[in-house]
């Protein structure tokens, strides 16, 4: 016997993806940053010698800065 579409068992509603509370997306989005951009801040103060949660609190103090060759 076939089964009807009324007579399925409804999918539940699919989870939201959210992010995780203090990931490097989540701050970057607290702070009106691009992830990538604070990603490379993070990455080049860890190499340096920082440690990574200095590294991630120096990274979003610093202003965003334009970037790009100057209009002529």
Known sequence: MRMMD?????????KRNR???GSLASLAEAHDMPVGTLK????????SGVAR???IARALARPINRRGRPRT
């Open 40 to 47: 490379s801040r993070v990455k080049a103060l860890v190499d």
């Open 19 to 21: 992010r995780q509370p």
């Open 6 to 14: 009324h007579e399925l068992a409804r999918t539940p509603m699919a």
């Open 53 to 55: 949660e200095e590294a």
